[in-house]
C-alpha cells in the first residue's frame, strides 16, 4: 500500500491493483495537421503534459505497473463512427477526410498513432476507442477485471474531454481515479482547471486529482514527493 498526496484528500492504494491509463496521446490531437488541429484549436497547449507523462511511464515501468495507453478513433469504412460525429460543426478537415499526416483520425493512419514521446512498449495494452469514453465499445472493462485492477493514474487529452468522460466512465464502474494534473492537457487552460475541478469537487464526486511529483514518488514509495 502506498500514500498518495492528493485533492480532496490523501489516497493510500495497493499499486498491486493499479494502472496508468494515458488517454489519446496521439499524433491527431498534440501536431498540427491532425484531428485538433482542424476542429480548431492551437495544438502548442498540450505540449507541456508530454514531459509529466514521459516520467509517470517511466516511473510506471520501473514499478511493473499494468500500463494502458488509449487511442481515439474509427475504422477505415467510419461504420464505426457515427454520423452526428462526423458531421459535427465546421471543422477545415472532417473525420476519414485525407490530411497531412494521412486520413483524420483513422485508425493505422500517420496522425492517429501515440506521439514518439509517449510510444508503447512492446508488452502494453493499446485501447482502440471509437469514443470519447475508454470503457465504450472497447475490451478495457473486461482486461482491468480480469488483471485484478482497483485503481487507476489517469494522464493524457484532452482534459475536459476524453479524460474526463473516461474517469466518469471508470467511477461508475467502481474504480478509484486518480487525475495526475500535470500529464493531463487541455488547448483551453480554463477548461484543463475546470476538468480537474470538477473531479475533485464534493468529496472527490469522481475521483482525485494529484500531480506528477506526489503520485511518482508513492510508487517510488518514497517519502519526499510534495515537489508542486
Ligand atoms: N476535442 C477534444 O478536446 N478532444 C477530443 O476530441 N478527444 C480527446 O479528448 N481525446
New binding site residues.
Given amino acids: 500500500m502506498v500514500l498518495i498526496a492528493a485533492e480532496p484528500g490523501d489516497l493510500e492504494i495497493d499499486l498491486g491493483k493499479t494502472a496508468v491509463v494515458l ?2 496521446m ?1 499524433r491527431d ?1 498534440l501536431e498540427l495537421g491532425g ?2 488541429a482542424a ?1 480548431g ?1 492551437d495544438v502548442s497547449q498540450l505540449a507541456a503534459c508530454v514531459e509529466p507523462c514521459q516520467r509517470l511511464l517511466a516511473a510506471a515501468r520501473k514499478a511493473g505497473l499494468l500500463i494502458v495507453h488509449t487511442r ?1 478513433g474509427h475504422l477505415p469504412d467510419l461504420s464505426d463512427a457515427p454520423p452526428s460525429k462526423v458531421e459535427r460543426g465546421a471543422p477545415s478537415l472532417r473525420i476519414g477526410d485525407p490530411g497531412p499526416m494521412g486520413r483524420i483520425l483513422i485508425r493505422g493512419e500517420a496522425g492517429h498513432d501515440i506521439i514518439p514521446d509517449l510510444y508503447p512498449a512492446a508488452d502494453e495494452i493499446v485501447i482502440d476507442k471509437p469514443g ?1 469514453g475508454a470503457f465504450y465499445n472497447t475490451p478495457l472493462g473486461e482486461l482491468l477485471k480480469d488483471k485484478g485492477i482497483a485503481n487507476l493514474l489517469v494522464g ?3 482534459t ?4 474526463n ?1 473516461t474517469i466518469r466512465e471508470a467511477n461508475d464502474r467502481g474504480y478509484r481515479c486518480i487525475a495526475v494534473s500535470d500529464c493531463c492537457g ?2 483551453f487552460p480554463d477548461f484543463h482547471d475546470m476538468g480537474l475541478a470538477m473531479i475533485k469537487a464534493q468529496g472527490g464526486i469522481f475521483g482525485w486529482v494529484a500531480n506528477s511529483g506526489d503520485v511518482i514518488a508513492a510508487i517510488q514509495n518514497t517519502t519526499n514527493g510534495s515537489t508542486s
Avoid: M, R
Fill in positions: 488517454i489519446d496521439q490531437f484531428f485538433g476542429l484549436n481515439e470519447k493524457g487529452v484532452t475536459e474531454v476524453c479524460v468522460t487541455s488547448y
